[in-house]
């Protein structure tokens, strides 16, 4: 049976955003690199957009805060701080939480707003499909009933295809019958070849 973990809540976006940070800074092990782990990272367009606005954002702070009356500058600070902790708390999530593929499992995952595990043997197929899907995270796919997102962003780039079709329950409570899977990878190519060798290994 798949493993769901739906979009979570704002306070614990917040709690992994701060989990993933702390454990970057102190260079705490990804759980991705135990042995026979293939580990594929996602959402490069994302990363990179991230990246740059944080980076923007740390001197903006410096020039407003030399405009700003002196009282008003701690509370500046304070929320500077907090978005530039916040950028690098994306990075560092994203970084940190990649998609696996073992001989067992395929896990694919958005960072910090949901994921899901699958069992290997349920996935039939893969292949490049790059596509728009609005909305973010783990999430239905407008037209198709049978189908469900797992990316962070809006463009997906690889479709599995499962048989037999899963039930699934995206936290609403409902339970889906899905059998295709949208997801995003840095490299496509890869990951789809990563799902082949796997499924072909005894």
């Not at 102190?26 to 959402?43: V, Y």
């Not at 059998?179 to 290994?201: G, I, K, M, N, Q």
């Given at each position: ?51 740059a606005l944080t980076l ?90 049978a189908a469900v997102a ?53």
């Amino acid at each position: 049976m798949p493993e769901v973990t739906p979009k979570p809540p704002v306070r614990r976006r917040a709690h992994i955003l701060y989990r993933s940070l702390l454990a970057a800074v102190t260079r705490r092990p990804p759980a991705h690199t135990a042995p026979g782990t293939t580990a594929m990272r996602h959402s490069s367009e994302l990363r990179a957009m991230v990246l740059a606005l944080t980076l923007t954002e740390i001197p903006v702070a410096f020039l407003l805060s030399g405009i700003l009356p002196p009282p008003a500058r701690p509370f500046h600070a304070l929320l500077e701080a907090a978005l530039v902790l916040t950028g690098f708390g994306v990075l560092a999530a994203l970084a940190r939480n990649p998609h696996t593929v073992t001989a067992s499992r395929v896990v694919l995952r958005t960072g910090f707003m949901g994921s899901l595990a699958l069992p290997r043997t349920a996935v039939r197929s893969a292949a490049l499909a790059l596509r728009t899907i609005p909305g973010r995270g783990l999430r239905r796919v407008p037209a198709e009933p049978a189908a469900v997102a797992c990316a962070l962003g809006g463009t997906t780039s690889v479709r599995l295809r499962l048989d037999p079709p899963v039930p699934m329950d995206l936290g609403t409570g409902d339970a889906v019958t899905v059998d295709t899977v949208y997801v995003s990878a840095d490299r496509p190519d890869a990951f789809v070849r990563a799902l082949r060798e796997r499924a072909e290994s005894p």
